[in-house]
């Protein structure tokens, strides 16, 4: 199994560091062997090549819009092939939408994408998440592993099965 766990936003626009700071928790758990944890940031090229190798899953990690009480994370899976299917969490410069479109252009297919966001509060200049999204970070952090533990349990159960 292999699995891009992608932490991805502007750490210099407040709530939109989201990902990265998830991912530098993530930094100190054990993940399932085959799990790639990598804090883009906001270089969607190098997630694009990146994603030109083959993974089974990608887990993107990411700061949603405001439209949701700030804080609130959220789950959920990106349909295949769809350009519209990014937008509802294009908070920042790093558009999902560009790095897929980017990936498609280089030959690649995105694999099965998962998105662990939190709504953000602020995204104005500025260092550091507000209280309600940097409150959200560890509960992200938990669903991410039990995402990719989940992953590993199902691939295990597939290989035991073939």
């Not at 944890?37 to 990411?62: K, M, Q």
């Not at 991410?144 to 597939?158: E, K, Y």
Request: proline share 5%; glycine share 12%; aromatic share 6%.
């Amino acid at each position: 199994m292999r699995v891009l766990v992608a932490g991805v936003g502007n750490i210099f626009l407040g709530d939109d560091g989201f990902g990265p700071e998830v991912v530098r928790v993530l930094q100190q758990e054990q993940l399932p062997a085959g799990v790639q944890l990598v804090d883009y940031g906001i270089r969607g090229v190098h997630l694009a090549y990146d994603l030109l190798e083959a993974w089974e899953a990608l887990v993107l990690i990411d700061a949603l819009p405001p439209s949701g009480k700030p804080g609130a994370v959220e789950v959920f899976e990106l349909e295949a092939e769809r350009d519209d299917s990014t937008a509802r969490f294009d908070a920042h410069s790093l558009d999902p939408n560009s790095v897929f479109s980017s990936l498609r252009a280089l030959g690649g297919t995105a694999p099965r994408t998962f998105v662990v966001g939190a709504h953000v509060e602020s995204v104005d200049e500025g260092i550091g998440l507000t209280p309600q999204v940097q409150a959200a970070v560890t509960g992200a952090a938990s669903v991410v592993i039990g995402l990719v533990r989940s992953m590993a349990a199902d691939a295990a159960t597939a290989d035991q099965g073939a």
